[in-house]
């Protein structure tokens, strides 16, 4: 009884402090609530106070959150910086490089290892850019802040549950300003979910060990639907006379229909029917633009990160890099 009454007690405090956060309660007074509910939710002292320890905003974070670019780029100014022709080649030279890994993990979940080259390669140029901030001190400064606390406030009890785990060192714990963590820039929440131990040491290390990047990313996308018999779509011709209404990721057509619509591959040969495969008609930048026809395991990409411009640009790099 007298547990119940206390933890009720401390339940009250944790979510009075929370939703005061934005009206003004110290940042300190909210650390100590935030260690409340850590130790609530099963983590042992000792990571709550190393990882914890000295905690204080940056306020590079929240700037950062202020001025996200979402639609600042049209499709062909975000495909040229992202899928660059250097990109490209040390695409290639890391596909033959890390083969041997990139296959364990492809063959065992069941996705191709290009794509897990690009996506490695568009999240982080291949793990050159992981992002300097401490994940902790990062989540701490958004869940803080009052603009997305609840998810910021979730994805750091989860990051917290990871050191616990042993995965990695709170200090070694970097990421994006908004808590990506390690080379495929996994939130704390999908590491939980995905990530994997690929080269069979007992820990799940997304940020230094690459055969548990492969291995994660692989599972990520296995688990979210991948069919390994199909590509992810293909850049298209369409004629003119096909109306705009008919582009968008939701409206599926067979491919036999797009292709009784003259819609063709960019040279102008036929598309490849497959009966009863469905595909999309993706115009980022409108029917003048570059077109596409997306098929199923475009939306599974989508789930990594819900950006068509995203989608496209690990579909193309991927096929520059098996090609
Ligand atoms: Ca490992």
Redesign the pocket.
């Given at each position: 009884m007298i547990y119940k009454f206390i933890s009720l007690v401390t339940l009250c405090a944790i979510t009075l402090l929370a939703n005061s956060a934005h009206a003004g309660a110290s940042f300190d007074q909210w650390v100590t609530a935030l260690k409340a509910e850590a130790l609530q939710k099963g983590i042992s002292q000792e990571t709550v106070d190393s990882a914890l320890a000295n905690v204080k905003p940056i306020p590079r974070v929240i700037e950062l959150d202020r001025k996200q670019p979402e639609g600042k780029f049209t499709f062909a100014q975000y495909k040229k910086r992202v899928i660059s022709d250097a990109r490209i080649a040390q695409g290639r030279r890391l596909y033959k490089k890390h083969r041997a890994d990139l296959e364990i993990a492809a063959r065992k979940y069941g996705v191709p290892a290009q794509y897990l080259v690009a996506l490695w390669g568009i999240e982080t140029s291949y793990g050159n850019n992981t992002g300097g901030f401490n994940v902790v001190t990062a989540l701490a400064t958004l869940a803080h802040d009052g603009r997305r606390s609840k998810f910021f406030r979730t994805e750091l009890i989860n990051a917290l549950k990871i050191i616990d785990d042993g995965h990695i060192s709170a200090a070694r714990m970097k990421g994006s300003w908004a808590g990506a963590m390690g080379q495929n820039q996994f939130m704390p929440s999908s590491f939980h979910a995905f990530a994997v131990?690929?080269?069979?040491?007992?820990?799940?290390?997304i940020w230094t060990?690459l055969?548990?990047v492969f291995a994660s990313t692989a599972n990520y996308l296995g688990k979210s639907g991948w069919k390994q018999d199909q590509r992810w779509g293909r850049a298209v011709k369409v004629p003119q006379g096909v109306s705009k209404s008919l582009t968008g990721r939701k409206q599926k057509k067979t491919l036999q229909q797009w292709k009784n619509m003259g819609i063709t591959l960019p040279g102008g040969h036929p598309i490849p029917v497959v009966p009863g495969m469905k595909a999309a008609l993706i115009a980022p930048d409108g029917l003048s633009g570059s077109t596409f026809l997306a098929y199923d395991n475009f939306d599974v990409i989508m789930k990594w990160n819900k950006s068509t411009y995203f989608a496209t640009s690990v579909g193309l790099l991927a096929d520059e890099i098996a090609r």
């Open positions: 131990d690929g080269n069979g040491d007992g820990q799940r290390d060990t055969p548990d």
